[in-house]
């Protein structure tokens, strides 16, 4: 485990500790960007060299760390905003309080009025131009990014949900990984910071019963690498599978038993209330805590 650090120079200590996928990326800057500006931006596919996941070299120079600066007006305040780092784009950390947060906005495909297509919901997070038809937030931060800041406050990784085939027959096995809290933050219409666990935006179609959330938890599954002819590959840069609820064997955070994304198995029964959400495109903040 890390130790606790709680100034940017801490984080950059602990920083620079870590391998491999680490440096993916970090030509680019770690300030917090405004959610103004990533709503400005149009949704783009990630280009081959972005989506792969390299070494960095023994003499790389190690990525700069800054400490976190305010975001734009539409962004929540906190008091712990001032003991966070920025350390990746959209990414902040908090080694202390062993939290990690990151910028996303409510799915676009959100319909307040609940008069919209009811989708079914098989992520709580996913990246920008991937999986916004089936996730109730998105989010432009990398989750090779998102990996590396859970292993700075001292989260350790299990592994996604993946299956066998003895004689035939298809055997499922549960994710593992450290526990951790998912949280989402959002300022509503009156002006009024709200924090909530994401599972209360998620209903039955039926009506009939409500999210399990007593019977699981969330854990820090840290998805999976794979080489390609290009490098090696952390597959939830590719998929956009930041923190899951149907099972895809990709996610970051996985959800700890296993639902099939697959609507013939009878397990896709979930969808968003939209009623309840904020409007599509609401700047939130997802917090992510390591839980005891």
């Not at 996941?53 to 400490?67: I, Q």
């Not at 079914?120 to 996913?126: A, D, S």
């Amino acid at each position: 485990m890390v130790q606790s650090r709680t100034s940017g120079t801490g984080c950059k200590l602990v920083l620079s500790g870590l391998v491999a996928f680490l440096c993916a990326g970090c030509g680019q800057s770690t300030g917090s960007r405004p959610l103004a500006d990533t709503q400005a931006r149009p949704t783009t596919a990630q280009t081959a060299d972005d989506d792969l996941l390299t070494d960095a070299a023994p003499d790389e120079e190690e990525p700069a760390v800054t400490e976190a600066t305010p975001d734009s007006e539409a962004q929540p305040r906190r008091e712990i905003e001032t003991e966070l780092a920025a350390v990746f784009p959209f990414i902040r950390v908090n080694v202390g309080e062993r939290l990690v947060e990151f910028d996303g906005t409510i799915s676009p495909l959100m319909d307040p009025t609940g008069e919209g297509r009811r989708f079914y919901i098989e992520q709580i997070v996913c990246t920008q131009g991937t999986k916004e038809h089936e996730s109730l937030v998105v989010t432009r931060a990398r989750p090779s990014h998102l990996h590396a800041a859970l292993l700075m406050i001292g989260a350790e990784r299990g592994h996604p949900v993946f299956w066998t085939y003895p004689e035939g027959q298809t055997v499922v096995h549960a994710p593992t990984g450290d526990r951790v809290r998912v949280e989402v933050e959002y300022v509503d219409q009156d002006a009024q910071t709200q924090v909530i666990d994401p599972l209360v935006w998620v209903v039955p179609r039926d009506g009939v019963t409500e999210f399990p959330r007593a019977e699981g938890k969330w854990l820090f599954a840290g998805s999976v690498e794979r080489n390609t002819s290009a490098g090696r590959l952390y597959e939830a840069d590719a998929a956009g599978t930041v923190v899951g609820l149907a099972s895809f064997g990709t996610e970051v955070i996985a959800w700890s038993h296993p639902i099939s994304h697959e609507e013939a198995d009878g397990d896709l029964a979930w969808i968003a209330d939209h009623a309840a959400m904020p409007p599509a495109n609401t700047p939130v903040i997802v917090r992510i805590r390591l839980s005891d």
